[in-house]
């Protein structure tokens, strides 16, 4: 009988910025849209783009790949908070707490 197993990793929808604009210089296009040199999400905070998603095999952003502080943009594009807080809630809300 086949079971299924609960994974362990941290899903993706989970890092996904809310609201992301584009802020600055267009560096190049992937996907057929633009990449912004930052974006700036729906709470105010500025982020800076860092490179591509990594991909799973069935397809979907893998989320471990992810450093402290590294968020996702549609379609596949990770943007790292330029100025992480040195503690408190918010820290831990980045995903830069330990």
Do not use: C, N
């Not at 604009?21 to 912004?36: R, S, T």
């Not at 069935?58 to 100025?83: I, M, N, T």
């Amino acid at each position: 009988m086949l079971q299924r197993i609960p994974s362990k990793t941290r899903a993706a929808d989970y890092f996904l910025l809310v609201e992301p604009h584009p802020d600055g210089p267009v560096l190049g296009f992937y996907a057929g849209q633009p990449i912004a040199e930052g974006v700036i999400d729906g709470y105010g905070v500025r982020y800076t783009f860092v490179g591509l998603a990594p991909r799973l095999r069935g397809g979907g952003y893998d989320s471990e790949a992810l450093l402290p502080g590294e968020w996702l943009v549609e379609p596949g594009l990770v943007y790292r908070h330029k100025s992480p807080p040195t503690d408190g809630p918010l820290k831990k809300w980045l995903g830069l707490a330990k």
